[in-house]
């Protein structure tokens, strides 16, 4: 039905050329959670809408198309880093104080 060439494979991205002469529905073995971003020829999909057992499944028009899926973290999770991050300062100031009290 159609051909993909994977253009790039990495654990925070997954860039696909997919061609096909008919709309084809795409599984990107992948499983979703939040922060996985859908892009088909740069336009934004929701990847959360076209899940199929838990991976994005989404329909490609006929044609030749890009398909980009992109892990960004969410607010959330750069909050809960922020905090981690300045939660081991802080330890690491107490622990560096205490001994030098000693």
Same mark, same amino acid.
């Given at each position: 039905?159609?051909?993909? *060439?994977?253009?790039?494979?990495?654990?925070?991205?997954? &860039?696909?050329?997919? *061609?096909?002469?008919?709309?084809?529905? &795409?599984?990107?073995?992948?499983?979703?959670?939040?922060?996985?971003?859908?892009?088909?020829?740069?336009?934004?999909?929701?990847?959360?809408? *076209? &899940?199929?057992?838990?991976?994005? *499944?989404?329909?490609?028009?006929?044609?030749?198309?890009?398909?980009?899926?992109?892990?960004?973290?969410?607010?959330?999770?750069?909050?809960?880093?922020?905090?981690?991050?300045?939660?081991?300062?802080?330890?690491?100031?107490?622990?560096?104080?205490?001994?030098?009290?000693?």
């Amino acid at each position: 039905q159609g051909e993909v *060439t994977i253009l790039k494979d990495q654990p925070h991205r997954l &860039l696909l050329q997919a *061609t096909s002469h008919e709309p084809i529905r &795409l599984q990107l073995n992948t499983v979703y959670f939040p922060g996985w971003e859908l892009f088909i020829d740069n336009q934004s999909q929701s990847a959360d809408q *076209t &899940l199929s057992q838990g991976v994005p *499944t989404p329909i490609i028009e006929k044609g030749q198309h890009i398909v980009d899926l992109i892990y960004k973290q969410t607010p959330l999770m750069n909050t809960a880093n922020a905090i981690s991050l300045a939660s081991s300062v802080i330890v690491f100031g107490v622990v560096v104080i205490k001994r030098r009290q000693k």
